[in-house]
């Protein structure tokens, strides 16, 4: 192939992040949480990612599984050396990045085969012929009994979008500016269209404030997102189709809402389910039901039943972890139909409890008084609940914390030292999570400051801020002069030692 990008959009990078979906012990929560085996935790599990991008997830879940093997490629060259990088630093030797395409992969006699194989991201950015790659590359390298992550722009979710992006990338085809430019002018000239009332937006009335929304976001993801040669949201019955010839079949979603249809959906969308029994359509349905833009799927190869009784031991055996503070946690969770209610009698023992470590859900209840008498499925959903709203994480064992914690402090090292010229990583490793957890880079240069134990942590901030022509930014507004800035570190000092330095402490970031 004379050009290595094949349609893809490889002139601007892709941005640094983190997806908690793509860890193993998320992935292991969601399967048990279906009643399914997932291949085991402590035997050092090898690991693949298709398409890294910038490798962020691969380096963390590297650096949070020291005994696995963990492997990836990404035909950019720039991210896989960014990704290399990140691992030279960060020190995670148990890593093979490289820049193949999926074709030149899937040629290769040197890999092992996998547990599991994630990609996140890729499968509706790519060709038909790509995308057949892929399923030979399943079929060849996923174990028996492995497991898969893959996430895909679905329909119809997108259908009312999908000529918004055919108009942009007709446009930009157009232009002879660089990638963010076009993507630049490309916005402006539909937003105009969009003001003068042309007929498809007046027809579609989702697309505008989607737009608008469109507008504000970072122009390296809406170039990956909506400016490829190949863009194909999909049905998921097609993806299922498309994944058969690799022998997997669809075993849980990765997106806990989904797995929590009593309080996610109404009362008569849920009647509508349950009178369907093809376990295929049903979850076609859902997706018109919800209206569904992405899936995050996991497939197996050999689905493995746990008995009733092993459900329940792995679920009692669970951990968990509170992943923000327990002050910032509402009375209330909120899903695309609404939000609900949460009984503060369950929820509110749950939290305070988790509030004090990282638990499994036997040992909670046998802690907390309110929570004993309760069933293990209550306490269940109110795990699933809590993880879908982002305030909770399911944790490996807690037997492996020591030694993914000498991987997770060099690590972190690393990623702290870059916070002082670059704000582009906004994770840290965590060795309770087995994953990562966002922090930002002023907290990021607060737990420096902590580190080499600088007595005024703002002033350290500032000093490094200033110094790069920096400022920070309030309520959308910069903060122009010194004493604005030194006096919202001051607060921010505060509420990072009084709210998250206990959390990160609970979690073994520091
Ligand atoms: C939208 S990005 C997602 C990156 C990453 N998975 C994430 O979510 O942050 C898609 C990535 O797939 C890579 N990619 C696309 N087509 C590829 C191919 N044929 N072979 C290898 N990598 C490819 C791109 O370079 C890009 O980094």
Known sequence: MSDWTDGYVAEIDYTHGFYRELTPAHLRFCLLSRGLRAPEEDAGVSYCELGFGQGVTLNIVAATHPLASVWGTDFNPGHAAAARQLSLDG??????????????????????TFDFIVLHGIYSWISAENRAVIGRFLRRRLKVGGVVYISYNTLPGWAAIMPLRALMIDHAKAERAGMTERV???????????????????????????????????????????????????????????????????????????????????????????????????????????????????????????????????????????????????????????????????????????????????????????????????????????????????????AGDGARRKATKRFNAAVLERARRSADLTVLASPVLGGGLGVDRIQQLFLLARAEKHPDPASFVWGILSSQGQRLVKEGKPLEDADQNMAELRLRAQTFTDSFLPLYDRLGIV
Request: proline content about 8%; charged content about 25%.
């Open 91 to 112: 020190g995670t030797a148990n890593t093979a990045f490289g820049d193949d395409s999926f074709e030149e992969f899937l040629a290769r006699e040197d890999l092992p």
């Open 184 to 398: 630049d002018k490309a916005l402006a000239f539909a937003r105009t269209l969009a003001e003068g009332k042309a007929g498809y937006f007046t027809a579609n009335p989702a697309v505008a404030p989607r737009l608008e929304k469109m507008a504000t976001m970072s122009r390296n993801y809406l170039a990956h997102e909506y400016f490829n040669r190949d863009w194909t949201p999909l049905y998921h019955a097609d993806v299922v189709r498309e994944l058969t010839t690799a022998k997997l079949s669809f075993a849980a979603s990765a997106h806990v809402t989904d797995l929590i249809d009593i309080v996610a959906l109404s009362a008569p969308s849920r009647e509508m389910l349950a009178a369907v029994s093809d376990p295929l359509f049903r979850e076609t349905l859902r997706d018109y039901i919800v209206n569904q833009q992405f899936r995050r799927d996991i497939f197996t190869r050999g689905a493995l039943r746990l008995t009733p009784l092993e459900q329940i031991e792995g679920l009692r055996a669970q951990r968990l972890a509170l992943i923000v503070p327990r002050s910032t946690i509402p009375e209330k969770a909120t899903f695309p139909i609404g939000t609900t209610d949460l009984k503060p009698e369950i929820y509110g023992p749950f939290f305070d409890r988790l509030d004090k470590g990282p638990i499994t859900l036997a040992d909670l209840a046998a802690a907390e008084p309110a929570l004993a008498p309760l069933p293990l499925a209550t306490l269940h959903q109110a795990a699933l609940v809590a993880i879908s709203q982002g305030w909770v994480a399911p944790c490996p064992e807690a």
